[in-house]
């Protein structure tokens, strides 16, 4: 006889296979792009996503793959976020000075209620309005991924918000240094502002390397800032959620005290707990991309997945709205950025 948990994993093979292949598709269409433009312009995360949706447009998962399919949208992607906490040192956020470092934080912040503001004013569903102003203030994809299972957000809702953000995303690259040059900038400022405004890392380099050493090093620096600020949102939202939750719950049955495991998701205090063993050395340099890289492909894996869920045409009848909210969203951002510049008076 099978044991029950042996059953269970082994009913997750089948989906998780179909989740590998539309992942292994979007990693061709990403190595297409290269040879035929000489890069990337869209990451493999997002091919992932899209072409999940356009076979999900067509054609609809059995029930036998189901289970597989969930467990990647969820579970998968809870172990890349935490597998992510191992690309922040607090050394290197430290070395970018208190005054940067403070005012990127609250950057961050304002911009992300001012971009939830944007999304609740156009209607968007809260959790939609979430994702976006996440995504817009902190990473892009990867935090619109991370906050997903923290705030219970649909799969439909996920695949619209990263399919808009990522198409913004490499316009931004393409335009900002135009804005740079336009505005005059040193190296230094079109640096910062790159890193305030930029959703990727992979981003930033392509937009700062073209300018220069000092720009990249920069760029690099204060999106690593904004990365940090995933942990502490996660928390928050978490936090947010599990008190909803409590109250909803309250009203049928009132229960006295919270444990911290109901309060907080597994991943997020292994996200946190990843952050502080690369800070105090516990994980070896070596380590770190190997980690990242892993994070990546389990994060293709969980978008894939999400495609695969997904209903195109329901984010079609959304896309108008969405698409306002994330341009001026990152229009918002763009604005609290160069105040911060010309605030420090950045050489």
């Not at 930029?198 to 220069?212: D, F, I, M, R, S």
Request: proline content about 5%.
């Amino acid at each position: 006889m099978i044991p029950a948990r042996l059953t269970g994993a082994l009913s997750l093979i089948p989906g998780l296979i179909v989740c590998v292949a539309v992942a292994l598709a979007a990693v061709a269409v990403q190595v297409l792009e290269v040879r035929l433009f000489g890069r990337g312009w869209i990451d493999a995360i997002v091919l992932a996503i899209l072409i999940g949706a356009a076979i999900r447009s067509v054609w609809t998962p059995p029930e036998v793959l189901r289970s597989g399919i969930e467990f990647s949208a969820r579970t998968l992607l809870e172990i890349a976020v935490v597998l992510l906490g191992a690309s922040v040192s607090a050394a290197t956020v430290i070395a970018i000075g208190p005054g940067l470092l403070a005012g990127t934080a609250v950057v961050v912040v304002l911009a992300l209620a001012i971009s939830y503001g944007i999304g609740r004013l156009l209607r968007l569903p809260p959790r939609m309005a979430v994702l976006i102003a996440c995504g817009n203030a902190i990473c892009g994809n990867s935090a619109i991924a991370a906050v997903a299972p923290v705030v219970d957000a649909e799969a439909k809702d996920v695949s619209a918000a990263i399919a808009f953000t990522a198409v913004l995303g490499v316009a931004v690259v393409l335009l900002l240094p135009l804005l740079g040059a336009a505005l005059q900038l040193t190296d230094v400022r079109y640096g910062v502002l790159a890193g305030l405004t930029v959703y990727a890392v992979p981003q930033v380099l392509a937009a700062t390397l073209p300018v220069g050493a000092v720009a990249n090093q920069a760029g690099t620096l204060i999106k690593l800032v904004r990365v940090l600020m995933l942990g502490p949102v996660c928390l928050v939202l978490a936090i947010l959620m599990a008190v909803r939750r409590r109250e909803g719950e309250a009203v049928a049955a009132p229960r006295s005290g919270v444990a911290i495991h109901q309060l907080i998701p597994w991943f997020i205090i292994g996200f946190l707990l990843m952050m502080a063993a690369r800070s105090t050395g516990l994980i070896p340099a070596a380590a770190v991309p190997v980690m990242a890289d892993t994070a990546k492909v389990l994060t293709a894996l969980s978008m894939a997945a999400l495609g695969l869920s997904t209903d195109a045409r329901a984010v079609a009848r959304s896309g108008v709205r969405i698409a306002a909210v994330v341009i001026l969203s990152l229009l918002a951002l763009l604005g609290l950025a160069l105040a911060l510049i010309y605030l420090l008076a950045l050489v």
